[in-house]
């Protein structure tokens, strides 16, 4: 990318992360509603950090302490759950440092003085952080007494893709994933390779709120047999009976309290509901590399997206709405090589104890997606963004 | 008190309180950096709710649940450790909302129609309010990465008192102890009633910096034989070595960072630390009878309080700086009879578990206190502006 | 007291601890079913561990390791918690190790080389212990799925005392308590010193597990205004509903599971539960010296102690059967001194957050008990043998 | 299986489990050291408990409450964590139910009333629970402060194999993996299935106790640069700078304290362990499809297993001496489908934060293993005997 492309990308990235926060309070960007949710503050500037500690290659001692998120090789930090704990530097000052580092960022780029493999991935982790603004959020707002709505002005998200519920069946065989060519990938999806896939069939539509509901409505909480064991752990522990934000016959979006929408895809599921759905239903998760041979035909850019604005998921293609959990754990592919330097903590020191999920969601800006993009959080993750999409064994009928 | 008499004192402790936040931000009002330490923004609240709840009997529905601290008649409340996570309502809804309930308490206690002792409890909670503010601010601010100062202009404390340590003398007998008369006070200091006291000692000083930095170059902390069995294990499983907010020769306070001043009295030191060191200096704590005995022929509008502004001890009288550990556990006494209605939980269901203090602080307004005044907190508690005064046995030598 | 008399009663209270472990098997006397009660190898180890180290003042090395309890001075030692992780030594070597001390403490008594009243300290703490084995053994027993009996034969407690409950009243007034004269008494009953005393009235009779069914029945268990909080926060976290060993309309004894008698003295109440039950009958737990001052008149033999082998409350005085709470926080004595050396650990440090009990209980041997004894546990300790007598202000009516 | 041969084979494995408690004391078998290590008594009575009531379909209520491990179909059981609690029933009517149902066993095999593959499966769960024996009980005895041997008079395992560290490379390709033909196999080793896989190079030998010491000496417990990120949180966390059981110089093995043999295969290392040292190595960890093509060319009856009586790994084969760390997450194989019925919880519950692991130990029966078994246990299990072969991309050089 040239100086001026690279330039116009920064200020649209950078741009977009201010205008995400635009209807959100002091107070509200401070919160920190558990260790995983991190305030829209320290998103704010641990983005920034990300650039002036690595793509500058300049880190101011006090911020490094204060905004390095996990990376031990760039020295001590705050504990994580404490980052709602800094009522300094304000919000204020963590918009000037935002000001200045994008100043010395657009000359370092425009005399050509910066990496821009790099500035991409700086951007690339601003947009990772974007979502994670919004899903952080939801967290923050929707587990407060009073459920403030984000904004209420938000579209809902169109229907598309597939009119009803069927499975598109795949041969296999031996066939290629991840990342191919030159363009921007993260390091785990990389290098592509071969792997050797069973016939199989993956649904065409994502599993609805109504489908949740069956399971409800048919005790599926309560039956120790379509779990997982640790599952079975884990919402007997945590009392859940129901997704994330579902109070009754509503539940929390963005936009505020609404009615359950039976058609719309479920979401805020852990993997351990959605493996426990999914037996229910006599299927499975698909693997991972089931379902990026079953995205690599369809478009990465249809779907519902965070440039959309609708926050919350409508019905559709694989590629947005909710990631979708794989049956997959978070591993290293043959021939793995991480980055060189800090960076290299970026994505493989996370290759345990976590699966991977895939297709993006409505909280994703639409550019950041790919058919080959790895995904990656805990069996017990709810707060995410993430749903079902089911496959079964064999190929076409 | 006559409506004028009320509203002139009413005016002026709600004002204070306001003062008190006036150095603030916005996100400093808002964190709750551990559950004993509540945001200020939730004093603000709380505080104004006692008086729309309590006092005028009209509470708002939704601001009962989220400002209720501990009062079980009066129904279900946000749990205690999430009161940093309201980031709704905002700051300025609950400055409208004291704004609000203000006028209506004026209008009230122009035509008569509030209790006015209630209104008093009122005030003396609003003050017990501002005192914890600035306590948790302390700690809001002073386990911050940045550390920074409540204020930069804090006078210092003049030290009053006698010049140097020394024991004054008792020979007990059957005295009497509580509160007297028909002022306020509170129903866990009354009934006034007679107590049998063996002659002893009681220091005219507090224990200073230089004590306790003795008892640390003596080993003390890492010498089981001068500890309770429980406060053993509280500083080896907290792993504390000093007083709380000790940094080497440093100490944070309101005014910011600060050597250490060996003459100064000693604070933040648990009731543990407290008696530990009292053992090493082979003396005791006082009981609480003693410390009332002792203190009642003082004056206790001398000393050092939250009205001049220093918010750090000085060294001086019984009255002010640090709160006093005594050897008495919180406990009624005889004939003690709780206040009816809501308001019984104000003091009688905490008596168990904790320990007498005695005296008041720096953090405490000066017409808040009385000899008579029984404060009261865990073993454990270090994040109090808490001290120490030496007792011993025996009467004049 | 003479050798020849020394070694009597020496012979004698070993020889019950043997007595007490003979119906147990060896898988029995290994179990640890909580950190708070210990095997029953533990205790026949650490009791001769005591006489081999305190009183011979010949440690072995490794049994000072296995079965020192808490003495800071004499090392560390096994982590209270894995006792019962000691499958080596064996129960057989323990008892070896027993009748080698037993032999070598009667050599050195019949030679005149002890200290003698280290020797009367030595056999007051074996039968301090031999009441925590049947305690433990206890709770061992009886949180097993078989809830295995003890003993079948054993005999039922008779009733003595007043027929009804009635109240006997005390004028109060400067009264001395604590251990008088030279007899053997632990350092936390001395010095005998004044205190001041206001008129009371005191049942003549415990608590009956009546009077915890009537409790029951008006839903106090479910009822905050009863409660201390700490208390409240205690039996909402464990789901408490009932005293300790409740199982519907039967309670589990050292005599198997028997139907719940209603005129028995309810036994393995809390102090949060006993202090509520008072609350709820209008009433309040004595203090200390109030007991003290009761108890005085009475003759501590008669009641029912361990002696007994009934090993269960019936309805009596106030020494044996249960021991019964006060509300007087377990604290020094005016005057008290710790004894000089490891003993001095004995009793001083622990007082800190637990309550004095008093009157001894049908776990008790009976030359144990005093008017003066003082015992203390935590207020949420339910395994011990603990119940209830009523007090209220006010004297003769 | 005809009758005879089952009854054989039937006798033989129960027999072996009794031959392997001879060493130990009735208290020995008691002991639960952590929730993860069962008591003796307990695998005992579990595995007979099995036989009754899956294979003969005739639970005793009592003894399916105490003996049920985790079959939520078969009912509610005894918390895992207390089954250490329960001395009652004694291990000699644990012995006397061993008698009765063995005798009902072999009266029914005789008789052609039971499922042959239901017999063979509760053999191989026997043989699973006498690994567990082993493994639970050096737990048990190593971790107590006498250390006691197992047995004093064990064999030293022979040193076979490939004298010096090797690699041999493998081509790939797709391959097949997982259980032929119509043995015994258990249901998570089916079906047979095609992989793809890189060219690769696998070590001949384990890593030995030699190599963890290198990288101890370069500061590898350390340095955050070697370990996954939960790996990292988990040995800081538990303060970990050595495998389980090493203190010093030495470590503790069934027959005792000895010192560390440096040629001898590394045991008691997490995968978290393994991993990093792979990694600091320069290398990884096979993946469970590697390591079975790699195994698949060598007998799985050569090697150091429990029937040698060595209990402690030499330096040998794929198979045997300890269990091999893979990179691979327990998952189900494509088409994998469970048992029917309450064994259909046997396995496929637990397919999720476990790593697989491959080749059986020292403590593993010989006639139990095959090339296609896949052992499981969370990333930090350290309890078992587990170990380290080394793996690297790339085929012959």
Redesign the interface.
Known sequence: MNAMNLTRRFKAVRARTVELCAPL????Q??Q?MPDASPTKWHLAHTTWFFETIVLGAPDP?FN??FNS?Y??LGPR?ERA?R????????ERVQAYRSDVDARMETAIAEGRVDSELVELGLHHEQQHQELILTDLKY??G????Q?AYRTDLPRAASVGSPAGDWRAFDGG?VEIGAAGSGFAFDNERPR????V?PFRIATRTLANRDVQAFIAAGGYRD??W??????SFITAEAITAPLYWRGDEYYTLGGMRAIAPDETACHLS??EA?AIARWRGA?LPTEAEWELAASSLDPQLGNFADDNAFHPGRGSMFGDVWEWT???Y??Y??FRQLAGAVGEYNG?????QQVLRGGSCFTPRDHIRASYRNFFP?GARWQMSGVRLAE?GGRR
């Open positions: 309070s002091i107070e509200d401070l919160v509603p006090e302490f204060l996990y031990e090789a705050v404490r709602g704990m800094l009522s300094r530097p304000s919000l923050t707002l587990t407060q007494p009073l403030p031996v390779h071969r792997v050797f069973e120790a047999q779990w997982l064991s640790d599952g079975w993997y351990y493996d499975r049956q997959s754990s591993l290293p043959p021939g020191k996370f290759m345990s104890g069996p064994d």
